[in-house]
């Protein structure tokens, strides 16, 4: 599992850092439903191991927020930010306790040793609006790195949003530890919306993760998917006299109907999040 060597320099790319206050509280409380027993377990290896929000942005916000949304289910989550700008690391300094850090780094995310004298875990990452920033062949080799310092049974996030959180897409990647398989496989990709706008899907496509928005061609799965989840929009368009949640819900079980496999978590979709469990999307890696 990668350590970081504070004389090592931070892996990656500084991006343009713009963000909003709440502009994750969406996908906040996703990763709170998604998979809570991760963010709670404090047993074995993963005593005090981290929550990382990589690539935070200009200023600590979503690091912040996102440190007091999950804490209500896990009041003693260690919270790490990680940014490759110092400046931005310097305007978190002023919130750092015994439970958050800020910290400079990169896809090599900066370890060290804790209170108790034991290397630090991880046991989720998220980066939004990171890896969108990259080359198509950069996020491989991205995730490659991020996956390595990740607990087996862990994850990663990588998502894309736009400048409020209306709308945003995530790939949720999970660590895997047998030997035969690659270290890291696509979980789920999850695309959520705040519902206050009328379903539109093109606003979805705009915003994939960057492994695969270049995909958006005929004969791809992601396009069969969008394409397919268009259709189910209009074919449940009635739905839209009670509202987008109702539209919403409607268009995601019609999706689930077309044989793809969408959760049907009425909690889920009623609160606009479209998750596709083990999609039919790879994302090349070497094993």
Known sequence: MHRFNPNTRPAGQIT??????????????????????LLINNSGSFENALYVDLGYGAEPTTTLESAARLR??????????????????????????DKTQFRLGGFNIPLQQNSQGKMEQIRLVRAFNVLRQYEENEVVPAYDQIMSSILPG???????????????????????DEPSQPPWFLEAMVLGTNLNRDLDVEAF??????????????????HRFMEDWKASTRETSSHQVWGPRDWFVAAGNSLADKGYNIARTDKWLRRGWLVWLNPDLEIDQAV
């Open 205 to 222: 496509q705009t915003r994939l993760p960057k492994s695969f928005i270049h995909r958006m061609l005929p004969g791809e799965n992601i």
């Open 72 to 97: 209500k289910i896990n009041p003693d989550l260690q919270v790490l930010g990680v940014e490759i700008e110092p400046e931005r690391v310097r305007r978190g300094l002023p919130f750092v306790d």
């Open 16 to 37: 343009r850092g713009k963000t909003a206050p709440n502009r994750l509280r969406n996908v906040d409380h996703f990763l709170a439903c998604y998979d809570p027993a």
């Open 154 to 176: 862990g994850l990663f996030m990588d998502g894309t949003s736009d400048p409020f959180g209306r709308v945003w897409t995530g790939n949720m990647i999970r660590r895997q």
